[in-house]
């Protein structure tokens, strides 16, 4: 059987980080989990096309498999962290049925090499195997206007690259970084003016005159 990937999503993916583009922006997708907002899934669909070209109805795979990663992002305890490895089952696994009888998986078995080896069919498989390399590097955004999923590079990010204004300084844009950095700057402000006029409010002690 030949596993034909949409035109769309094999330019998409040959771009730099481009599954963990694809995959941040569909954890981002319908935040809110409305299953009627079908709306952003035929955005996704019309840039990237299906996940699984096997699918009857894509608009709803995207809506599921956004809410599914979604968990995975947050998963912390050994149940959630179990639930997600057998959602990750599901995209690896061969369906197999009497249509269909040479599906392969997604993971194959290289018998020469003694390894197993990735060999992804569709979109959705390129984009659990990113989460599988990401695990470590789930994140949300710890800016509290902004709480965007992200993959962390590098070090601790606390923050994601999303450019946004910030209503204090309308008139300039920045990543959330940024604007938490300013928030900061303006913070320490706010702090010593507050620690400078509290000083000049302190009564002042009166001197004694010396008398001869």
């Given at each position: 059987?030949?596993?034909?990937?949409?035109e769309?999503?094999k330019?998409?993916?040959?771009?730099?980080?481009?599954?963990?583009?694809?995959l941040?922006?569909l954890?981002?997708l319908?935040?809110k989990?409305?299953?009627d907002?079908?709306?952003?899934?035929?955005?996704?669909?019309?840039?990237?096309?299906?996940l699984?070209?096997?699918s009857d109805h894509?608009?709803?795979?995207v809506?599921?498999?956004a809410?599914?990663?979604?968990?995975?992002w947050n998963?912390r305890?050994?149940e959630?962290?179990?639930?997600?490895g057998?959602?990750?089952d599901n995209?690896?696994?061969?369906e197999v049925?009497l249509?269909n009888?040479?599906?392969?998986?997604?993971i194959?078995?290289?018998f020469?090499?003694?390894?197993w080896?990735?060999?992804?069919r569709?979109?959705?498989?390129?984009?659990?195997?990113?989460?599988?390399e990401s695990?470590?590097?789930l994140?949300?955004?710890?800016?509290?206007?902004?709480?965007?999923y992200?993959?962390k590079?590098?070090?601790?990010?606390?923050y994601?690259?999303?450019?946004?204004?910030?209503?204090?300084?309308?008139?300039?844009?920045?990543?959330?970084?940024?604007i938490?950095?300013?928030r900061g700057?303006?913070?320490?402000?706010?702090?010593?003016r507050e620690?400078i006029?509290?000083?000049?409010?302190?009564?002042?002690?009166?001197?004694?005159?010396?008398?001869a």
């Amino acid at each position: 059987m030949q596993y034909a990937l949409d035109e769309r999503a094999k330019a998409a993916l040959a771009q730099r980080n481009g599954a963990k583009k694809i995959l941040t922006e569909l954890v981002n997708l319908n935040p809110k989990d409305d299953p009627d907002n079908v709306a952003e899934a035929q955005t996704f669909l019309n840039r990237y096309g299906s996940l699984d070209p096997r699918s009857d109805h894509p608009e709803l795979d995207v809506l599921a498999w956004a809410s599914i990663f979604r968990f995975a992002w947050n998963a912390r305890t050994p149940e959630e962290i179990e639930r997600t490895g057998r959602h990750l089952d599901n995209i690896f696994k061969a369906e197999v049925d009497l249509t269909n009888l040479y599906e392969r998986p997604a993971i194959v078995a290289d018998f020469a090499t003694g390894t197993w080896k990735p060999e992804p069919r569709y979109l959705l498989d390129h984009l659990g195997l990113q989460l599988m390399e990401s695990s470590r590097m789930l994140h949300r955004c710890e800016n509290p206007d902004c709480d965007r999923y992200f993959i962390k590079g590098k070090g601790h990010k606390k923050y994601c690259n999303l450019w946004s204004r910030w209503d204090r300084e309308i008139d300039r844009v920045g990543t959330c970084a940024d604007i938490m950095r300013r928030r900061g700057q303006y913070n320490s402000v706010e702090r010593n003016r507050e620690a400078i006029n509290a000083r000049r409010r302190k009564p002042q002690a009166v001197k004694k005159r010396r008398t001869a």
